[in-house]
């Protein structure tokens, strides 16, 4: 992975475009790492596996018997309309 400093970045930002789209540039701000210049299709790639890992973890949830979003709702809708606010007396 290429490293380079953000003013270079800003001088020669085609090159670092080019170079992006073979692998990810590290910028680095007085000698700090702040961003990441990658391609288009790299950073889909990695939004669909964050995305397929949060929908794994969402399923794993729900079978260990979490309620998913409109279930709970409904739960909570009912309750109120029962005037039910959970509290014990």
Do not use: I
Not at 53 to 65: M, P, W
């Amino acid at each position: 992975m290429k490293t380079a400093a953000s003013t270079n970045v800003q001088n020669n930002f085609g090159e670092f475009l080019d170079t992006a789209g073979r692998e990810p540039v590290v910028v680095t701000r007085t000698g700090r790492k702040v961003a990441v210049l990658m391609s288009w299709a790299e950073y889909e790639r990695l939004t669909l596996l964050e995305d397929s890992a949060l929908l794994a973890r969402v399923k794993e949830a729900e079978a260990e018997g979490y309620l998913g979003a409109d279930e709970t709702a409904s739960f909570v809708k009912a309750k109120l309309a029962a005037g039910d606010d959970g509290s014990q007396a």
